[in-house]
T-cell receptor
Framework: GAGVSQTPSNKVTEKGKYVELRCDPI?????LYWYRQSLGQGPEFLIY????????DSGLPNDRFFAVRPEGSVSTLKIQRTERGDSAVYLC??????????????FGPGTRLTVL | KQEVTQIPAALSVPEGENLVLNCSFT??????LQWFRQDPGKGLTSLLL?????REQTSGRLNASLDKSSGRSTLYIAASQPGDSATYLC???????????FGQGTRLTINP
């Protein structure tokens, strides 16, 4: 079956602009996660959705970052007034339940964001 | 705060060797631990998931162990092949927090 998909694969924007990154999780997966990966580092958690609600947004770096999942499937990560430090690969993952010791997170290919 | 460390940062070995990658974490209150593989410019592929109550998991030439009390996991790769070259990431899912905390990864190169 189809895995997690993310669009666009690459996004180049100018400092100060607004961007939206989209994630399509595996069909039927209740939990959805956003991570950010800087060059040479492991991914860092941003936000976790259980269904439509953000169950944990403690990883969002500041109020320029916001994410939604209005119908419990597709999610959009929104970044306002982008800064050069926002440049990274943004990874989305989904898992079947999100509240089980057996829950495996499945990752998408990521969106590479470059802020000039 | 959970912290995950992977040693070594990079490893280069000749084809055919058995090798071990190490992962340590600071808080033993975990749901599970996952090992991932990441190819350059790609997303993460889940290799193995070990539940907190388990000691090891095996998949093909891969074997992952978990010692929760000491905060350690190892990924054993048998009979390494050039196609195993990638970055291997360890991630911990802590109790009470539905999120993965990752190590920085080990960049593995298998030389033909």
């Amino acid at each position: 079956g189809a895995g997690v998909s993310q669009t666009p694969s690459n996004k180049v924007t100018e400092k100060g602009k607004y961007v939206e990154l989209r994630c399509d999780p595996i069909s039927g997966h209740t939990a959805l996660y956003w991570y950010r990966q800087s060059l040479g580092q492991g991914p860092e958690f941003l936000i976790y959705f259980q269904g439509t609600g953000a169950a944990d947004d403690s990883g969002l770096p500041n109020d320029r970052f916001f994410a939604v999942r209005p119908e419990g499937s597709v999610s959009t990560l929104k970044i306002q007034r982008t800064e050069r430090g926002d440049s990274a690969v943004y990874l989305c993952a989904s898992s079947p339940i999100g509240l089980a010791v057996t829950d495996t997170q499945y990752f998408g290919p990521g969106t590479r964001l470059t802020v000039l | 705060k959970q912290e995950v460390t992977q040693i070594p940062a990079a490893l280069s070995v000749p084809e055919g060797e058995n090798l071990v990658l190490n992962c340590s974490f600071t808080d033993s209150a975990i749901y599970n631990l996952q090992w991932f593989r990441q190819d350059p410019g790609k997303g993460l592929t889940s290799l193995l998931l070990i539940q907190s109550s388990q000691r090891e998991q095996t998949s093909g030439r891969l074997n992952a162990s978990l010692d929760k009390s000491s905060g350690r996991s190892t990924l054993y790769i048998a009979a390494s092949q050039p196609g195993d070259s990638a970055t291997y990431l360890c991630a911990v899912n802590s109790r009470g927090a539905q999120k993965l905390v990752f190590g920085q990864g080990t960049r593995l190169t298998i030389n033909p």
